[in-house]
């Protein structure tokens, strides 16, 4: 499709396993992020990839997330050992250029978390 | 480091009247300034940007922003809402150099027949 594809769209699971969000970006898109947006939050950044790289870790909450991306396209961010605070919203957005001055950032529709 | 602060978490106003959605920001350096919308259960689009040159910025669905330097801020106005206008408005900030794009809190606008 033309737009950033996120699966799956609600995950319920039970706290203590584990989880993994897929985005797959705007064809040519190089840079990549992920969000978590929590209920009457805002957005908070978790993590940034330019190509294959994330040169932006800082807002990943704790050790049990992680992200990788491959072939500078589908990028996953895994979620281990879920608590209850980790339901949220997680957006996924790509952009064309590595904080290019256009800096538009185009968004998935999210992967609602829920965890029991 | 950038910072965004969104002053109101809700904002009622009724049909066709006029509404100011406030945004002020903090940065060490020149910045990027967005608006972002959020319509009930869809992603977020954007709606203007101010990136360098007129302070006053035009979006879609006739919405417009004043970028305004010695007050830090990033105003979002529209001189008369309608029913569609309501949903969740984002102010993010960029700053030059940066790679993320850092997020307010959101301010909800709702809008009273």
């Known amino acids: 499709g033309a737009g950033v594809s996120q699966s799956p769209s609600n995950k319920v699971t039970e706290k203590g396993k584990d989880v993994e969000l897929r985005c797959d970006p705007i064809?040519?898109?190089?840079?990549l992020y992920w969000y978590r947006q929590s209920l009457g939050q805002g957005l908070e950044f978790l993590i940034y990839?330019?190509?294959?790289?994330?040169?932006?870790k800082s807002g990943l909450p704790s050790d049990r997330f992680s992200a990788e991306r491959t072939g500078g396209s589908v990028s996953t961010l895994t979620i281990q050992r879920t608590q209850q605070e980790d339901s949220a919203v997680y957006l996924c957005?790509?952009?064309?250029?590595?904080?290019?001055?256009?800096?538009?950032?185009?968004f998935g529709e999210g992967s609602r978390l829920t965890v029991l | 480091a950038q910072s965004v602060t969104q002053l109101d978490s809700q904002v009622p106003v009724f049909e066709e009247a006029p509404v100011e959605l406030r945004c002020n920001y903090s940065?060490?350096?020149?910045?990027?300034l967005f608006w972002y919308v959020q319509y009930p259960n869809q992603g977020l689009q954007l709606l203007l940007k101010?990136?360098?040159?007129?302070?006053l910025v035009k979006g879609i669905n006739g919405f417009e922003a004043e970028f305004n330097k010695s007050q830090t801020s990033f105003h979002l106005r529209k001189p008369s809402v309608h029913i569609s206008d309501t949903a969740e408005y984002f102010c993010a900030v960029r700053g030059q150099g940066a790679q993320k794009l850092v997020f307010g809190q959101g301010t909800r606008l709702t809008i009273n027949p």
């Open positions: 940065s060490s350096v020149s910045v990027y």
């Open positions: 101010y990136l360098s040159g007129s302070t």
């Open positions: 990839f330019q190509g294959n790289s994330a040169p932006d």
């Open positions: 957005a790509s952009s064309l250029f590595q904080g290019g001055a256009t800096g538009e950032l185009f």
């Open positions: 064809s040519g898109h190089t840079a």
